[in-house]
């Protein structure tokens, strides 16, 4: 793995979710040997709540999920964390589960729950015997309509996020600078604000704050109910008729994102820190999504990115970490699953006694050569396998496959479209492949990091 920040953007879909990728042995399937004949049933309520139920009977276990289509990058100006924020105080309590309860209950089940805050989504999900579905849909379903916001809870809960800031960004040199860069790639508004906030930001946030945000977002018809394992679509229905059938829809606010990253920012950040013991270069370039910018590349920039840097036998890595052994690690990254546009991503750290500066002209060699000379046939065709045979051991996992339909689902896709992303990927041509390299590694839309020890300059 690399020893350096995360990328920006990561992988194709189980990178997403943080999956790991499987071995290049693994990795030799077929390209018929796609999700889609996995059973995954669909209905609506009356009140907008999308349900998808993937039955299982590997284990006596059920697994269920409910996506918000709601994000930080979906919050106001000046109050940035309140998505986050939100996601901890829906553990705080309702008339029926006081405070503290929800996972108390769950835990002495034997169960376990918890939950999720991104840029684009929230999702709150829980892990219990099957027999234990109807338990765990009402009390869900009971926080969605009635949630109690109280002072008393979200003070002291506040301090728990500001000290979280401090343990998960501020203690770690990697993730200041990653802040900078985002703010340097798409502006100080959606995505390149964090999603736990900025602190002065945090501290201000109130019970008002926290009640406008569930009023305006927590809704049956902006939600996406997904239940799998030892279940029926039958049993699903009639639990989730009896639960979430009496909330109440909302008129949702249309979500917004930038069609541009914002302009005149600076094209390199850096932090020296003198925690930093290893040095890391990166640039990210600002790409498409599947919704933003230009679409057509973004089956094309995920092959890409397993040619460049997704594996040991990429191109980066293979060039600046086997051949010449100037760099230590070497990596890649790119997510299409992304409401506005996205980031596509190269990242090194140089070998001892080798500089920033020299790993940096040899990455950026390699660009221009993809960008003169695109990759190959076998190249892409290997690419694919890897990609395919990730993303069919991620549909065919009860932890993994559930949060792919959601992410895809919380951000406009389709079941659809999750189900045919194989035979999409195998039809991306290497001539697709090469144009969405020319489009995308475009150095004026790009932003070099640099993380550097105050001793090695």
Known sequence: ??????????????????????????????????????????????????????????????????????????????????????????????????????????????????????????????????????????????????????????????????????????????????????????????????????????????????????????????????????????????LAERYYAPARPKTIPARVRPDAPAADLPRQVERVDKRVAQPEWSRDYIAPSYRKGATEHAFGLQILTQVLGGHQTSRLYRSLVVDRKIALEAAAGYSARSLGLTAFGIGLSPAPQRTIAEIETAAMAEIERVRQDGVTAEEVERAKRRLIASTVYALDSMSSGPGLYGAALATGGTVAEVDEW????????????????????????AVTSLLLPETKR
Do not use: C
Request: aromatic share 6%; proline share 6%; no cysteine.
């Open 422 to 445: 194989p035979e999409r990927i195998a039809a991306t041509t290497v001539a697709q492949v090469n144009a969405a390299a020319r489009a995308t590694l475009d150095d004026k839309r």
């Open 1 to 238: 793995m690399l020893p350096r920040r995360e990328l920006l953007a990561v992988g194709a879909l189980p990178a997403l979710l943080g999956l790991a990728a499987p071995s290049i042995a693994r990795a030799q399937l077929p390209v018929a040997a796609r999700p889609g004949a996995r059973r995954v049933e669909t209905f609506d309520l009356a009140n907008g709540l999308k349900v998808l139920v993937l039955p299982s009977r590997r284990a006596p276990i059920v697994q269920q999920m409910l996506w918000y289509r709601v994000g930080s990058a979906d919050e106001a100006p000046g109050k940035s964390g309140i998505a986050h924020f939100l996601e901890h105080l829906m553990f705080k309590g309702t008339p029926e589960v006081p405070a503290g309860e929800f996972s108390k209950r769950v835990s002495r089940v034997g169960g376990r729950d918890n939950a999720f805050t991104s840029f684009d989504y929230t999702a709150y999900h829980q892990n219990v015997a099957a027999d234990r579905l109807e338990m765990i849909m009402r009390m869900e379903a009971d926080r969605m309509a009635n949630l109690i916001v109280s002072e008393k809870e979200l003070l002291p809960e506040r301090d728990v996020i500001l000290e979280e800031r401090r343990q998960v960004v501020e203690s770690r040199p990697s993730s200041l600078l990653d802040e900078v860069t985002r703010e340097a790639l798409f502006g100080r508004r959606a995505y390149g604000v964090p999603i736990i906030g900025y602190p002065e930001e945090i501290a201000k946030l109130g019970v008002d704050d926290a009640r406008s945000f569930h009023d305006l977002h927590y809704a049956p018809n902006n939600a996406i109910l997904i239940v799998a394992g030892d279940t029926t679509v039958e049993a699903v229905r009639a």
